[in-house]
């Protein structure tokens, strides 16, 4: 059974595709019918009869990205975590420094317990953290934007994109000495 929690990458078989093919078509023409919800018990059966379990939401989403992915020729890597991850592994997992997550859990924005000398930060949380940051540089990224036309002098875009950089990093600026 630990083998199971190891990680494994799945590379997709060229003759593979029909049969992913058919599972893709499946899950479509049912969610087609019923929606995201997994409304129809979807099982797992084996060979004697009887011999079937429901399959969780969750399984069933992970099923339908992976086979979406090994249709479209890219390999699927498998890596559990673990619940509690470290700050090397938060910072891992968030594409920043070791630094940076110490930083985030001192002004609070990573909320993290003290095991000994180290922090233990709990997966949701720094999955959370990582949802919020992406909105927010979505919202920076609209907030910087300036709607273009084709007879617009390029001098005057940049520096309507140089003002509006210019606000946002004020707002930050603002944001940050409150904080």
């Known amino acids: 059974m630990t083998q199971a929690l190891e990680q494994r990458t799945y590379l997709p078989e060229p003759e593979d595709g029909d049969r992913f093919a058919e599972v893709i078509g499946f899950l479509d023409a049912h969610e087609r019918r019923f929606g995201d919800r ?7 059966v084996g060979v004697d009869e009887g011999d079937q379990v429901p399959l969780p939401a969750e399984v069933h989403a992970i099923l339908k990205q992976v086979v979406s ?41 990573l909320p993290a317990e003290k095991v000994g000398t180290r922090h233990r930060l709990v997966l949701r949380d720094v999955l959370d953290y990582q949802q919020r940051r992406r909105a927010q540089q979505y919202e920076a990224l609209v907030a910087t934007s300036v709607p273009l036309v084709d007879e617009d002098d390029p001098e005057v875009v940049a520096e309507q994109l140089k003002a509006a950089r210019k606000a946002v990093a004020a707002r930050r600026r603002a944001r940050n000495t409150i904080a």
């Open 38 to 44: 997994v409304e129809p018990r979807y099982l797992l």
């Open 69 to 109: 992915a090994l249709q479209a020729g890219r390999a699927v890597t498998v890596a559990p975590h673990t619940t509690k991850l470290t700050t090397q592994q938060a910072a891992d997992l968030l594409g920043v420094t070791r630094p940076t997550v110490k930083r985030l859990i001192s002004v609070g924005e």
